[in-house]
Nanobody, 125 residues
Framework: QVHLVESGGGLVQSGGSLRLSCVASGRFDSINDMAWYRQAPGQERELVAI???????NYADSVKGRFTISRDNRKSTVYLQMNSLKPEDTAVYLCYVETLRVVNVEGATVTRKYWGQGTLVTVSS
């Protein structure tokens, strides 16, 4: 089992910044993709940013140029630096990771997907 702990959410004024963190712990040998999603009230969950194990990144068009995703593999942690925040960025932000475990001596692997419980980001106008 893998446990994700998110932190860094809160209330900020429009134009302000926040940095989200998500730490993964538990049974895994490595982490593939790490990502941040968000879900606003009454809306579907949407991908905000994703980073591969090799460091490749992709962003939602709505956050390009304002948000930066990064990861520290030694700490099994993913970050989301959010700058120039807007009221429409208000949402619950959820961490996502895909873990990999080696399950036998032949090197067979199993991947699992996990979600954090979310951290609320509120941007006031």
């Amino acid at each position: 089992q893998v446990h994700l702990v998110e932190s860094g959410g809160g209330l900020v004024q429009s134009g302000g910044s926040l940095r989200l963190s998500c730490v993964a712990s538990g049974r895994f040998d490595s982490i593939n993709d790490m990502a941040w999603y968000r879900q606003a009230p009454g809306q579907e969950r949407e991908l905000v940013a994703i980073i591969s194990s090799g460091g490749s990144t992709n962003y939602a068009d709505s956050v390009k140029g304002r948000f930066t995703i990064s990861r520290d593999n030694r700490k099994s942690t993913v970050y989301l630096q959010m700058n120039s925040l807007k009221p429409e960025d208000t949402a619950v932000y959820l961490c996502y990771v895909e873990t990999l475990r080696v399950v036998n001596v032949e090197g067979a692997t199993v991947t699992r997907k996990y979600w954090g419980q979310g951290t609320l980001v509120t941007v006031s106008s």
